[in-house]
Nanobody, 125 residues
Framework: QVQLVESGGGLVQAGGSLRLSCAASGRTFVNYVMGWFRQAPGKERECVAAISWSGASTYYADSVKGRFTMSRDNGKNTVYLQMNSLKPEDTAVYYC??????????????????WGQGTQVTVSS
């Protein structure tokens, strides 16, 4: 079992920044590909970023490329999502997820084994 706890969400004006954190406990954190997903009301959950176990490989959705940066600190069992130049369309509940997988980064929600409870990000115009 892996427990994931997100923090750092909140209300921010368009153009602003937020940094999300996800602290993991339980099984060996370094074995997991980690992903950040978001879900807006009435929309499907989508992967906005994912990172390999070493941090050497990353994936970003086209909608956030150049604005969001995902990183991980395996020593602290924590992943981060730095979100800059936020837009109202970034408003959603953001979830951290873990995928016990040693291959290429995957970004379909069904591939991920463990999920956090989510943190709300609201961007006002």
């Amino acid at each position: 079992q892996v427990q994931l706890v997100e923090s750092g969400g909140g209300l921010v004006q368009a153009g602003g920044s937020l940094r999300l954190s996800c602290a993991a406990s339980g099984r060996t954190f370094v074995n997991y590909v980690m992903g950040w997903f978001r879900q807006a009301p009435g929309k499907e959950r989508e992967c906005v970023a994912a990172i390999s176990w070493s941090g050497a490989s990353t994936y970003y959705a086209d909608s956030v490329k150049g604005r969001f940066t995902m990183s991980r600190d395996n020593g602290k069992n924590t992943v981060y999502l730095q979100m800059n130049s936020l837009k109202p369309e970034d408003t959603a509940v953001y979830y951290c997820a873990a995928d016990l997988w040693f291959g290429s980064i995957r970004h379909a929600p069904r591939e991920y084994d463990y999920w956090g409870q989510g943190t709300q990000v609201t961007v006002s115009s």
